[in-house]
């Protein structure tokens, strides 16, 4: 099951997920969108950095800047400068370009997603394949969760001409600090589902080691609590077939499988105290007894782990747990592309706030006054 993580699905009393395996009677593996997940970070990054409450569903930043746009001169953008960079970024500043470029040379589902990647290689320093240009700023409501990580970088290539407070102007260095620096790396590497445990095991350190403290311990507490699905004992065996884990970690996870003793329940996620020395942490120290229910659920036969790990890739029986295991869908971006959808629809009656709002009203009490109304039975209102 590939699920976005909110309470509906994943309740465990009467969570769809945990419904769907009642129904069917046995055990599903449970795939969190890992979209939904970084969507989720974005968005507590975002309160953090830019603790901006709003009464309504437009972020009022984002208007102001949205209602200057004409009057920016768009070839005065800024880069950012070493200072404002992570110091592990600032000494791989060119091989982070060269990682967004390599995503943009591939195909990207949505315009904002490839928006995001151009964007994020301008304020490096970089130059994408289609040149430098931008885009008017579009939707920008709470729904439009990309839009928020759109509209900050944008904001701070225009930082100068965007007549921000001192305080806007700390927040959005802040947030677009974070995001070039660790998230954009993360949400672009999110598909791979061999990857999904080690990405998750690095994103928990890189939270914990991020030189805003502030920033940090908001972050790792609610991801090290809610968020580490690829980290469980049933998830965590991907890791198996993900090509860049070392033959060595390999190995200690094969050794754990054996002495590791796991729950009775399987886990559906692991929870891991932040006090600990997460730097000498390894994905070994996730996988139990309990970790061999992932192949059991699957289907796969997992006699290649009885051979030399160099031997895997000729094993007929790796290969088709390999395929099996690629095929996996760890992202569920079916909701945010009906938000899109959906905005994309409403501009097609109406570019005015004011008008969709009446429409909005209007077809609210046509709802109440004709609730059985249907396809067959349309009626106007007066």
């Given at each position: 099951?590939?699920?976005?993580?909110?309470?509906?699905?994943?309740?465990?009393?009467s969570?769809?997920?945990?419904l769907?395996?009642?129904?069917?009677?046995?055990?599903?593996?449970?795939?969190a969108?890992?979209?939904?997940?970084?969507?989720l970070?974005?968005?507590?990054?975002?309160?953090?950095?830019?603790n901006?409450?709003?009464?309504?569903?437009?972020?009022p930043l984002?208007?102001?800047?949205?209602?200057?746009?004409?009057l920016i001169?768009q070839?005065?953008?800024?880069?950012?400068?070493?200072?404002?960079l992570t110091?592990a970024?600032?000494?791989s500043?060119?091989?982070?370009?060269?990682?967004?470029?390599?995503?943009?040379?591939?195909?990207?589902?949505?315009d904002?997603?490839?928006?995001?990647?151009?964007?994020?290689?301008?304020?490096?320093?970089?130059?994408?394949?289609?040149?430098?240009?931008f885009?008017?700023p579009?939707?920008?409501?709470?729904?439009?969760?990309?839009?928020?990580?759109?509209?900050?970088?944008?904001?701070?290539?225009?930082?100068?001409?965007?007549?921000?407070?001192?305080?806007?102007s700390?927040?959005?260095?802040?947030?677009?600090?974070?995001?070039?620096?660790?998230?954009?790396?993360?949400?672009?590497?999110a598909?791979?589902?061999t990857?999904?445990?080690a990405?998750?095991?690095?994103?928990?350190?890189?939270?914990?080691?991020?030189?805003d403290?502030?920033l940090?311990?908001?972050?790792?507490?609610?991801?090290?609590?809610?968020?580490l699905w690829?980290?469980?004992?049933?998830?965590?065996p991907?890791?198996?077939?993900d090509?860049?884990?070392?033959?060595g970690?390999?190995?200690?996870?094969?050794?754990a499988?054996?002495s590791?003793?796991?729950?009775?329940d399987l886990?559906?996620r692991?929870?891991?105290?932040?006090?600990?020395?997460?730097?000498?942490k390894?994905?070994?120290?996730?996988?139990?007894?309990?970790?061999r229910?992932?192949?059991?659920?699957l289907g796969?036969d997992?006699?290649?782990?009885?051979?030399?790990?160099?031997e895997?890739?000729?094993?007929?029986?790796?290969?088709?747990?390999?395929?099996?295991?690629?095929?996996?869908r760890v992202?569920?971006?079916?909701?945010?592309?009906?938000v899109?959808?959906m905005?994309?629809?409403?501009l097609?009656?109406t570019?005015?706030?004011?008008?969709?709002?009446?429409?909005?009203?209007?077809?609210?009490?046509?709802?109440?006054?004709f609730?059985?109304?249907?396809?067959?039975?349309?009626?106007?209102?007066?």
């Open positions: 099951m590939c699920f976005d993580t909110t309470a509906s699905n994943t309740g465990s009393r969570g769809a997920c945990l769907i395996e009642q129904q069917l009677g046995r055990d599903l593996l449970n795939v969108c890992r979209h939904h997940v970084l969507e970070i974005a968005a507590k990054a975002y309160a953090v950095c830019l901006t409450p709003s009464s309504g569903p437009q972020i984002f208007i102001r800047f949205q209602d200057k746009w004409d001169d070839d005065q953008h800024e880069i950012m400068p070493d200072d404002h110091e970024i600032r000494h500043r060119n091989n982070l370009i060269a990682g967004l470029k390599l995503h943009l040379s591939q195909f990207q589902p949505r904002d997603y490839r928006e995001l990647l151009e964007l994020s290689v301008i304020v490096l320093g970089g130059m994408p394949a289609r040149g430098i240009r885009r008017r579009g939707a920008h409501h709470h729904a439009r969760w990309m839009a928020k990580l759109i509209y900050a970088v944008k904001i701070y290539l225009f930082l100068g001409q965007a007549n921000l407070t001192a305080r806007e700390a927040g959005i260095l802040q947030y677009v600090k974070f995001i070039v620096s660790v998230y954009v790396p993360a949400w672009y590497a598909p791979s589902p990857s999904a445990p990405n998750d095991l690095a994103l928990l350190k890189d939270f914990v080691g991020y030189e403290k502030s940090a311990r908001a972050l790792a507490d609610g991801f090290a609590r809610r968020h690829y980290l469980s004992e049933s998830l965590v991907l890791a198996f077939f090509e860049d884990v070392s033959l970690r390999k190995r200690a996870m094969i050794e499988l054996s590791n003793e796991g729950s009775e886990t559906k692991a929870v891991v105290d932040l006090k600990a020395d997460l730097s000498q390894t994905l070994a120290d996730f996988v139990t007894k309990s970790s229910m992932f192949f059991v659920t796969i997992d006699g290649f782990l009885e051979t030399d790990l160099a895997w890739h000729d094993d007929p029986r790796y290969i088709a747990a390999a395929r099996k295991v690629n095929g996996i992202l569920n971006d079916f909701a945010e592309r009906v899109a959808l905005e994309d629809y409403n097609t009656l570019k005015d706030e004011d008008q969709t709002q009446y429409i909005l009203q209007v077809l609210e009490a046509h709802r109440g006054r609730p059985d109304a249907n396809k067959s039975t349309v009626t106007r209102p007066h």
